[in-house]
């Protein structure tokens, strides 16, 4: 069983559908970051959040920590917003390497 | 802005060849990071430098090196690139926090896509 699971792993949407994507992770975290990647390569971080709820814009992430949940929603979708959404976790040790576990990605297409 | 810069976006080498692929950041960040992605396995770390000269392996570090001789620049090296590591590689750095807490972001380059022949 990986570690982050993201569902669904395709998602297609007409424009101005409110969008979710969930994540799942089953070993303690201390951040959790919502990371897009467009066609091409390039990963823009989105959110970083530990508890609660962050509004950025049109997105909007969420995360519970008793169920180890988050959920990326994106509301009246645009074409614009097409592009793989990651779930990357940070373990809660405070090894040096402070590195993350990802999640498989969920590709989003937005159709106009 | 923190910006992550890498030396190519494409790259071609065949079977043998030994390639490095560079990473540069601009904001003094301590940390950096060396991903592959590849299709339904998502991003898994090669190797990471939370200091000048300090390295540590990550998940997959097999057939890779990486060097960190200075504070703003990784280098991951294929000593002798072979056909399974055709993939897409991505930079990234961060502050390091002492106290570890969660207020620190990774910052992306925007990948360098390796095919070996």
């Known amino acids: 069983k990986n570690e982050v699971e993201q569902s669904p792993q395709n998602l297609t949407a007409q424009e101005g559908e409110f969008i979710t994507i969930n994540c799942s992770y089953s070993?303690?975290?201390?951040?959790l970051h919502w990371l897009q990647q467009h066609p091409g390569g390039g990963i823009v971080s989105l959110f970083m959040?530990?508890?609660g709820k962050k509004k950025h814009g049109r997105l909007i992430a969420t995360i519970n920590i008793q169920e180890k949940h988050s959920s990326l929603h994106i509301t009246a979708s645009h074409p614009r917003d097409s592009a793989v959404y990651i779930c990357?976790?940070?373990?809660?040790?405070?090894?040096?390497?402070?590195?993350?576990?990802f999640g498989p990605g969920t590709r989003l297409s937005v159709l106009p | 802005d923190v910006k992550v810069t890498q030396s190519s976006r494409y790259l071609v080498k065949r079977t043998g060849e030994k390639v490095f692929l560079e990473c540069v950041q601009d904001m003094d960040h301590e940390n950096m990071f060396w991903y592959r992605q590849d299709p339904g396995l998502g991003l898994r770390l090669i190797y990471f430098?939370?200091?000048?000269?300090?390295?540590e392996k990550g998940d997959i570090p097999e057939g890779y090196s990486v060097s960190r001789e200075k504070k703003e620049r990784f280098s991951l090296i294929l000593e002798s690139a072979s056909t399974n590591q055709t993939s897409m590689y991505l930079c990234?750095?961060?502050?390091?926090?002492?106290?570890?807490?969660?207020?620190?972001?990774?910052?992306f380059g925007p990948g360098t896509r390796l095919t070996v022949t």
């Open positions: 430098s939370y200091d000048v000269k300090m390295k």
């Open positions: 990357a976790v940070r373990s809660g040790s405070l090894a040096h390497g402070q590195n993350f576990v």
């Open positions: 070993v303690g975290i201390s951040a």
């Open positions: 959040l530990s508890s």
């Open positions: 990234a750095s961060s502050f390091y926090h002492l106290a570890g807490g969660n207020s620190y972001e990774q910052y």
